[in-house]
């Protein structure tokens, strides 16, 4: 069992609970909850691996499936321990994208593409899953917002080439890049942190 797939899987445990958190803010059934935190947990993957033409790691190895359903049901098990939903949410989202972002740079670096297109397809497999969750949601995708999301995902990503040529071991340079994006992601929302917003407040109202 490598490092990559124990990364992996806790980020489709961590994808898997913030779907169902949200699809249980939405009131959804049973039925509805399962399908937002399985397509919140696999969406991203997928796309890395369609893009890489890679095989869809969830479709070759039935691990996926039982820690999505096994994440769902313990979810929705513990909702009242989770009564901060909105903070628990943030928590679960961020550390999914950090690792998702590290795998993604991985599974680049794996074959063969340019350091660039690698912090794209790390950003692309860790945010995906969340667009998807949100649009089913009927909600504005994070990333599509003010919110610094994606560009923690890509400094994380930048940080993984830089540190790779530091005397660190690799294991090393995955844990401080991802600890990077929530670094990242936890300041900004702390402290308020956003994109300017090209629009004058008179042209918010008026929308």
Request: hydrophobic share 55%.
């Amino acid at each position: 069992m490598t490092l990559s797939f124990i990364i992996d899987i806790l980020g489709t445990v961590a994808f898997t609970i913030s779907g169902v958190l949200t699809a249980m803010r939405k009131k959804l059934d049973p039925f509805g909850i399962l399908i937002i935190g399985f397509v919140t947990a696999v969406g991203g993957g997928t796309l890395r691996d369609v893009l890489i033409d890679a095989n869809i790691a969830w479709m070759r190895n039935l691990t996926y499936m039982y820690v999505i359903i096994g994440s769902a049901i313990v979810a929705i098990i513990l909702r009242k321990k989770l009564s901060y939903v909105r903070r628990s949410l943030f928590l679960f989202d961020t550390i999914g994208i950090a690792l998702y972002t590290v795998v993604g740079v991985e599974k680049g670096i794996s074959v063969g593409l340019p350091p660039l297109i690698c912090v794209a397809l790390g950003t692309m497999s860790a945010c995906f899953g969340g667009v998807l969750r949100d649009i089913l949601c009927n909600e504005i995708p994070i990333i599509f917002r003010k919110e610094i999301y994606a560009t923690a995902c890509i400094l994380g990503g930048i940080a993984y080439f830089l540190l790779l040529k530091t005397p660190l071991l690799v294991d090393w340079v995955v844990v401080i890049s991802g600890a990077i994006v929530i670094t990242i992601r936890l300041l900004a929302v702390t402290f308020n942190l956003s994109f300017p917003t090209i629009y004058k407040e008179e042209e918010n109202i008026r929308l």
